[in-house]
């Protein structure tokens, strides 16, 4: 009987104490970040495969915040960290459609079908630019450039992947000297252009610039002129003004400087089309114009451009007079005349009789076949010097080689010598 209470008792305590292990088996400890891998490895090499906010910055336990048995397996709401009050982005509904709280970075972004409506709200200035200057751009999904979230190379298409270069050797640099990705049509210079990217489009201009530009070509590039381009409207074409300020010279005061000047070859100037340039000419030439209102002459009459039809050249005056005989050429009527004031003639230091004999034939064939003293060996310009009907007098050459009493006598020696161009000793 005692035997049978001393094992009723033994069994009683075990009882006890079993209870006692098994609820010290299920009582809860106190997880740390450590404890989450030993069951969540995907989870945890998820979140580290990023640099992202929540690996830096938050711990598993700062959105987990219970587990069971201790408590509920909590998946916290994005909103309760980020505010649908601080960013349009934050209040757009069904978050893990994009992103994946462990790995948040959108890596792909093929499975987002139509982005554009969420990718605007944390991008507004984007589609604000879109809006301002539509293009072919801004009637994409932006899922057609951008293939993931960033700027790093691959994570979006550069602009040679969908469109062909201007040129072969462009790279992708060149094209962002002109264009925007999001508003292609505007182009903004951020850096100075060279001539031969501007000439993938305009060819034919660079062309020209390069081949006739003067000084423009010599110290200018496009983008010193062309600030700017269409669709913008401002200092797309600039004003000369700009450069040529009209208070230095007056030439810089006319108007309508294109009527006479292309920009991009400013000296190879056509006046053919022209029809009053006389007043533009005169600004630069003021000399000439002097000249002409000293000496009148029906050539004081006309527009320059009946001689001058391209800025440099001149007709000669054999294209508009006939030559006093059929050996002369236009060097030759020069000896004699200046185009811009023919008359009175004016004459070089060396003029051929022969010349002279074209007009005053009977003197020059006198100076040639009769006269048998020196003056037939004299060039005409000689005693007829500097300019036409000049006479030197004989005393200038001859002084008074008679007695006094013979030259007070007979003061013109013409009465004993005869012509000078046939002359009698």
């Not at 691959?154 to 602009?159: A, F, I, K, L, V």
Request: glycine share 6%.
């Amino acid at each position: 009987m005692k035997g049978n209470r001393l094992i009723a008792g033994l069994c009683f305590l075990g009882v006890i104490w079993l209870g006692s292990v098994a609820l010290a088996e299920v009582q809860p400890l106190p997880l740390t970040e450590k404890d989450c891998i030993k069951c969540h490895f995907d989870e945890v090499r998820a979140i580290h495969s990023q640099e992202s906010a929540h690996k830096n910055e938050i711990t598993c336990l700062d959105c987990h915040e219970g587990h069971p048995p201790a408590g509920e397996a909590v998946i916290p709401e994005c909103s309760n960290c980020h505010d649908p009050a601080d960013s349009t982005h934050f209040s757009t509904p069904d978050c893990t459609g994009c992103h994946q709280p462990h790995a948040p970075i959108i890596t792909d972004f093929a499975v987002l079908g139509d982005a554009r409506p969420v990718c605007i709200t944390c991008h507004t200035d984007i589609n604000n630019q879109m809006e301002e200057i539509p293009s072919g751009h801004s009637q994409q999904d932006c899922t057609n450039c951008h293939h993931q979230h960033g700027l790093a190379e691959g994570q979006s298409d550069t602009c040679t992947d969908c469109h062909e270069k201007h040129a072969p050797e462009l790279t992708r640099t060149d094209c962002l000297r002109c264009h925007r990705p999001h508003q292609p049509n505007r182009y903004i210079w951020d850096t100075e252009i060279a001539p031969a990217l501007c000439g993938a489009c305009h060819g034919d201009i660079v062309t020209t610039f390069a081949e006739n530009g003067a000084a423009h070509q010599e110290n200018l590039a496009c983008t010193d002129c062309h600030q700017a381009h269409p669709p913008r409207e401002e200092n797309v074409i600039p004003s000369c003004s700009q450069c040529h300020d009209p208070a230095e010279k007056q030439h810089f005061a006319m108007k309508n400087c294109t009527g006479c000047h292309n920009p991009h070859e400013p000296k190879k100037i056509d006046f053919s089309g022209v029809k009053s340039v006389r007043p533009v000419c005169l600004s630069c030439h003021p000399q000439i114009g002097k000249d002409m209102k000293k000496h009148p002459t029906a050539h004081a009459q006309q527009e320059c451009n009946q001689c001058h039809r391209i800025h440099g050249r001149h007709l000669s005056c054999l294209d508009c007079h006939e030559g006093h005989d059929d050996s002369m050429r236009y060097e030759d009527c020069l000896k004699c005349h200046r185009p811009h004031y023919p008359l009175p003639p004016a004459f070089a230091k060396k003029v051929a009789p022969r010349l002279c004999g074209s007009c005053h034939e009977e003197e020059y064939q006198a100076q040639k076949t009769d006269t048998r003293s020196k003056h037939g060996r004299l060039q005409c310009i000689y005693c007829h010097t500097r300019r036409h009907k000049v006479i030197r007098k004989c005393r200038t050459c001859h002084g008074e080689p008679h007695d006094a009493p013979l030259h007070r006598n007979f003061p013109d020696c013409h009465k004993c010598h005869g012509n000078p161009h046939h002359l009698k000793k």
